[in-house]
């Protein structure tokens, strides 16, 4: 599985997720490379689109949006 340009180290959390999806969605997958695939995105949309309360139940996207606006009112 290919690393996104801005991986940054792995959380407790974010294994917990992975685990339960690997659980749950484990015996789907045809072969190794679909199941790589579909983790692929299935990180990129738990990195990116999902809220995190971490910053205020907003996405990641979100966020660095809304802190690029108010940085360049500043």
């Keep these: 599985m290919k690393a996104h340009a801005h991986?940054?180290?792995v959380s407790a959390?974010?294994?917990?997720?992975?685990?339960r999806f690997l659980h749950l969605y484990g015996t789907l997958f045809s072969d190794?490379?679909?199941?790589?695939l579909i983790?692929?995105?299935w990180n990129e949309d738990y990195d990116q689109h999902r809220p995190h309360?971490?910053?205020g139940n907003i996405?990641?996207?979100?966020?660095?949006?809304?802190?690029?606006l108010e940085k360049q009112a500043a």
Excluded: G, M, N, V
């Excluded at 959390?13 to 685990?19: A, D, F, M, N």
């Excluded at 190794?32 to 790589?36: F, G, K």
């Excluded at 996405?59 to 690029?68: A, C, H, N």
């Design 59 to 68: 996405s990641p996207s979100e966020f660095i949006k809304e802190f690029t």
């Design 39 to 41: 983790i692929q995105k």
């Design 53 to 55: 309360s971490a910053l």
């Design 7 to 9: 991986q940054r180290p």
């Design 32 to 36: 190794l490379s679909q199941a790589c």
């Design 13 to 19: 959390r974010t294994i917990i997720e992975l685990r």
